[in-house]
């Protein structure tokens, strides 16, 4: 299995540049592995931006190697019905198409196809079995939302021709074998992870001193959209009952924290973050959903203790010894964890030992060889 083929929802470019970053890290990885790799990244037509789009171009990796990005242009209708039709369904037949259009006219020959999210391995899944190739999807949605557009016996029909699941969380193993979307035996559990020479401890004085964070200050940092799923304001109001706490929030959203205690809020450019992090003390993200959070990975390879939420689906990557895992929804368990962080120096310092260390294993070339072998095995 020497070439792999991307299909995805999306992809980051000059125009939408914290575009599933996550997606673009597992590639390059994969790219600086010596995998030929090739991305198909389709963009609906009469979205507005698709004008900016290339509709082919190179995407060159930190360590110099270079892979092809494809956007072709299809037809969305959004979740409608008419005449008793889904127009979801004839979205992923135009999708579906594009794609195949693509691998066509491009003469891109893979050994594998590798989706990312369920709706794009349901044309992994279709368009493997008539290329008569190995296909696997990326199961990395916090629940089964991005299927209710679709009948859901075509989701189960579509992901039936895959070879195998990557999951990245135990939990959502779980939720695709509770409704029977497909075979446990047949799913595979790797984590989210990151570039360690990206995200990775900084001078903490130095950081602060360049992005103007105050250096005498304990601060805590947020990273999310500024939503009451993420958590935002619940951060807010438990920062506010500690005044000596400084706090960093990265993205935007119609909850949008305030505070005199503020030293930066807003969105930012995803190569950017771990510096931000760096400036930090700890991370806090009473997050009520998700599949694998990438931020408190990123947090954790920074070095920084966690504050998360005590919900199955952070069991794969934090635990106690590193992390203080509260009700999500429980304002003073909140404020209690963001004080005992902030108040309590030796305790910080010793989670964020652990955190680091925990890091090591959340690595991306290791994640991308895992999901490779996996797919060789399953192939």
Known sequence: MKRICIITTGFPTPIEPAKYPFV?????????????VSVIC??????????????????KTLNGNEFRVFHPRYFSFADKRILGIRTAEVAFYSSKKAIMDTIKRNHIRPDVLYSHFLPSGCLAGSIGDELGIPSFCAF??????????????????????LTGIVSVATENKRVLVRNHLFREEDIGVFPNAVDHNVFCPRDKKAMREK???????????????FTKAKGALRVQKAAARIPSLKMVYLGGGPEEPCGDNIVFKGKIPHDLIPEWLCTADFFVLPTLQEGCCNAIVEAMSCGLPIISSDLPFNDDIVDKDMALLVD??????????????????????????KSLERSKGLDIVKRANNIAAFMMEKS
């Open 211 to 225: 992005l103007g964070v105050p250096t005498d200050a304990v601060v805590g940092i947020y990273t999310g959209a």
């Open 140 to 161: 990395g949605e916090s629940s089964l939302w991005s299927i209710k557009p679709y009948k859901f016996e075509n989701v189960q029909k579509r992901l039936s021709y």
């Open 24 to 36: 673009d890290q597992l590639v390059c990885a994969w790219c600086d592995l010596g995998y030929e």
């Open 328 to 353: 999500p929804m429980d304002d003073d368990a909140i404020y209690q964890a963001m004080n005992t962080m902030t108040n309590n120096e030796t305790f910080r310092y010793a989670c964020a030992e």
């Open 42 to 59: 389709p963009v609906p037509h009469f979205v507005g931006k698709e004008r900016f789009y290339q509709s082919e171009w190179i995407r």
